[in-house]
DNA sequence: AATATCTATCGTATTATTGCAATAAATAAA
DNA sequence: TTTATTTATTGCAATAATACGATAGATATT
């Protein structure tokens, strides 16, 4: 197995788990705010910034471009990596519905 | 090597990657919507809604425990599993610290 | 005491993720 | 054309995550 099953889950459940995963590791947690505070997104910067290899930096850029929060506009010879803002905003409101649901009282309260 | 670098991020970093990963699943997903809206917080309430065998979703909630997202209440025979409030606004915080940043304006644009 | 109920844990199989060296690919510069 | 620069990809090794049957543990019930 080892497998998640995506399908007994809804389309949402499933967007919502993927988006999270894009964010369950400090590098992309770090890519994602240098994007959004420098105004530098060349590729290379990044990998100076990260203390990781620049194959792992690239490996990295690539999941968050898959998911779509990232997108990658090529500025031969560097590749300029930016938050894609409409996804960006739909992660944004997908969180934002669930952290914004009040807690329902139970038998814990 | 199959193992994150940790040391070499900040421990705010590694938090907010820790809380993503505890939300990369769609179980985990449907087990905290669950007991966000339901009044009804029982384990075995929620190895019923999910299509998950037992162990898994026990494992699940193990897991959902240990980041602290939940806890859980040992109301014999049954356990009674319930959001941590405290841990859920440091999420909402810290990701609502995310996405309300602006997103810079670099060579992309 | 024996049985039933509920949950956690163990063991195992399978797949996913992380990391990096090496190398390829693409373009600019010489 | 040759060389340098930048990024992506491949291949590999190691660890993590997912899923579930089987079983253990704890408490109620009979």
Redesign the pocket.
């Known amino acids: 197995?080892?497998?998640?099953?995506t399908e007994v889950f809804t389309d949402k459940q499933n967007r919502i788990a993927d988006l999270a995963?894009a964010l369950?590791?400090p590098?992309r947690i770090a890519i994602i705010q240098h994007l959004l505070k420098e105004k530098s997104c060349?590729?290379?910067d990044l990998?100076e910034v990260l203390p990781?290899?620049?194959?792992?930096v690239?490996?990295?850029?690539?999941?968050l471009k898959q998911i779509g929060i990232l997108h990658?506009e090529i500025n031969?010879?560097?590749?300029?990596y930016c938050i894609n803002e409409t996804v960006w905003q739909e992660a944004k409101a997908i969180f934002g519905e669930i952290f914004e649901t009040e807690v329902a009282v139970n038998c814990c309260k």
Do not use: D, F, W
């Not at 197995?1 to 099953?5: D, I, L």
């Not at 690239?58 to 999941?63: P, R």
């Open positions: 197995m080892g497998v998640t099953k995963k369950a590791h590098a060349v590729c290379g990998v990781l290899a620049q194959a792992t690239s490996q990295h850029l690539k999941e990658g031969p010879p560097r590749v300029c």
